[in-house]
């Protein structure tokens, strides 16, 4: 089966990422020297990407170019996000209940204020 490009999904994926990199839109398109109208279109799939775009996004999020257009993540991609998950279940369980719970809502904050990006 032929994979096809999904500008959508593709968009989600760099959204996710830029969110838990701590990156506003604007800082993102700045650093890939694009104009954040430009990168905001890109996250929304309402716009294509240039291969130059592409690699210029995949290199600054260190993601794969097969993961950023399909969604195909790598053997390193998943080691890499499982050291990562890991990690922040690692400081969550050295937490009392309370400071947990306030991680918790600290953390769903932070999200949702990503998501009005």
Do not use: W
């Amino acid at each position: 089966m032929k994979e096809m490009y999904d500008r959508a999904a593709a968009g989600e994926r760099l959204r996710l990422k830029r969110t838990l990199l701590g990156m506003t839109q604007d800082e993102m398109a700045e650093k890939i020297g694009r104009a954040p109208k430009y990168y905001a279109d890109i996250e929304r799939g309402s716009c294509g990407m240039s291969i130059e775009t592409m690699i210029a996004l995949a290199s600054s999020m260190n993601m794969s170019l097969d993961y950023l257009v399909f969604g195909n993540a790598s053997d390193e991609d998943k080691i890499r996000h499982q050291q990562e998950t890991n990690a922040v279940l690692d400081m969550l369980d050295h937490l009392s209940d309370n400071r947990r719970k306030d991680a918790l809502k600290l953390l769903k904050l932070f999200l949702h204020a990503c998501d009005n990006n």
